[in-house]
């Protein structure tokens, strides 16, 4: 007996067809991919919670503090988005949002919800200053720009930092020039996320004019282990102080870390050490 299986997607399911030959003729054997199933379905439902979420007005910030390193003072905020189960509440915790929205292509209309609410906050509050994330495809995305054009105004855009991951510099470099130039003439900042993840090279992180770096945690959350991540975090830092360039180091865990990031020049911190996200505290719908 010859036995050959073909492998087909549908939308709904998987499903393995074996055809096995004989004197008879043949049969076909349906099997079911249980953990495809159960990812489909997890895919669904994220989808689904993500759209009515922002359909609701129940996308809301939690804000992590980033400190300076010397001082512990907090120098701004990052924005990360949340889900509340009912609008004007609480935000529950869904700290993988954001890139749940990447994987299903909901990420253009999370990240101008999110640039909206920041603005909102922005507004209410002349004191605070915060950061959001910039995901690839929001980069050359009129709708986005066209939020921040008309919200990000002149008392609002310089305590705005925009932060666009190392990827999206890599993948359309005019188009992030485009996009630092676009930031810069309104008064924000411009941070590039993820640092030392990609492959920026040094000409391509001078002509972009950004104001700050992010090194990446998976760098700074081993350097007490890993000799090789400390003279790589090394590095990045020598590179930006070489370029007068603001260095953030993220996923900071411990003083022991801490204290040799300030020995080697880094500028501000963030991470469990000095705060994770918490929920801001104002309606989800202030920015509608």
């Avoid at 855009?157 to 003439?185: C, G, H």
């Amino acid at each position: 007996m010859r036995l050959r299986t073909l492998h087909f997607d549908q939308r709904t399911h998987t499903v393995g067809i074996a055809l096995a030959d004989d004197a008879r003729g043949f049969f076909r054997l349906y099997e079911r991919k249980p953990a495809r199933e159960r990812l489909r379905r997890a895919n669904q439902r994220a989808a689904e919670e993500i759209v009515r979420a922002i359909w609701d007005d129940r996308i809301c910030l939690a804000l992590q503090p980033v400190v300076d390193i010397a001082t512990r003072q907090i120098v701004f905020h990052e924005a990360l988005a949340r889900i509340a189960p009912v609008p004007g509440i609480a935000a529950k915790d869904m700290p993988h949002v954001a890139e749940a929205a990447e994987r299903l292509g909901l990420i253009g209309a999370l990240d101008r919800q999110v640039l909206a609410l920041a603005i909102a906050a922005l507004r209410r509050d002349p004191g605070l200053r915060l950061s959001v994330n910039v995901s690839p495809l929001s980069v050359a995305d009129h709708g986005w720009q066209q939020v921040f054009a008309a919200e990000a105004t002149a008392d609002i855009a310089p305590r705005l930092i925009l932060e666009l991951t190392e990827s999206a510099v890599v993948q359309d470099l005019d188009a992030a020039r485009s996009f630092v130039r676009l930031a810069r003439e309104r008064g924000a900042q411009v941070a590039i996320d993820d640092f030392g993840a990609g492959s920026t090279s040094f000409r391509n992180l001078r002509s972009l004019g950004v104001d700050m770096v992010k090194i990446d945690g998976s760098f700074v959350r081993n350097m007490e282990r890993s000799p090789d991540d400390r003279a790589f975090v090394r590095a990045l830092i020598q590179l930006a102080r070489q370029l007068q360039i603001t260095t953030v180091a993220e996923w900071v865990q411990s003083e022991d870390v801490a204290r040799y990031l300030r020995a080697e020049g880094c500028d501000l911190i963030q991470g469990e050490l000095t705060g994770l996200a918490a929920p801001y505290a104002v309606p989800c719908t202030a920015a509608v």
